[in-house]
Every structure is written in C-alpha cells, then in structure tokens.
C-alpha cells in the first residue's frame, strides 16, 4: 500500500514562502501523476496544481504564477514552492496520487501576521 507523508507546513508572515514535501512510499512514484490539494476552513478541497511523471504541469486558475510543483523521482518526492502567501492561501495542504485514493495526512499552512 502506497503512503504519502507531507511535510513542510507551519506559520508563515503574508508575503513569505514555504515548501511543502510529498514522500512517497511507492516503486511507482516514478510514473505516478502527483497533485496538490488544499482545504481551508469551512471550504471544500480544491486542486492547487499536478505534475506528471515526466514534469508536465498543471495549475488550477487561481494558483499558477505564486505556486510551483516539481518532483525529483530519485528521492521519489514532489514538491510545492509556495510564494509570496496571503492569509487566504492558510489552508491543510494534501499530497495525492491521482487516478487512486491515496492520501497523504495534510500538512498546516497558516498565513498570519
């Protein structure tokens, strides 16, 4: 069974960056099309962005030009760079291998002064 494990959350002051870490357990990862997902408070989870095994990527609307995912399939991880966040990007971030129910746990974002 596939597990992801996110890291790389905590508080960060409007304007600053974070990196958020997705490891996953899988031989797959390599192949497996990796995306973001956020929840924030009340709200439903949406899509921040997904890459494919090769390095396409994909961005919700609203996310592309401050967020960036990558991976390295060596240290089968993927990323997301997270910059210049705004209290309304605070949110339980998740790491998912699409196309499966596999989950990470959610990793905390807050954005505040």
């Known amino acids: 069974q596939v597990q992801l494990v996110e890291s790389g959350g905590g508080l960060v002051q409007p304007g600053g960056s974070l990196r958020l870490s997705c490891a996953h357990s899988?031989?797959?990862?390599?192949?497996?099309?990796m995306g973001w997902y956020r929840q924030a408070p009340g709200k439903q989870r949406e899509l921040v962005a997904t890459?494919?095994?090769?390095?396409?990527?994909h961005y919700a609307d609203s996310m592309e030009g401050r967020f960036a995912i990558s991976r390295d399939n060596a240290k089968n991880t993927a990323y997301l760079q997270m910059n210049s966040l705004k209290p309304e990007d605070t949110a339980v971030y998740y790491c998912?291998?699409?196309?499966?129910?596999?989950w990470g746990q959610g990793t905390q974002v807050t954005v505040s002064s």
């Open positions: 998912h291998q699409e196309g499966s129910d596999v």
């Open positions: 899988g031989y797959i990862f390599s192949i497996a099309v």
């Open positions: 890459i494919t095994g090769r390095g396409r990527t």
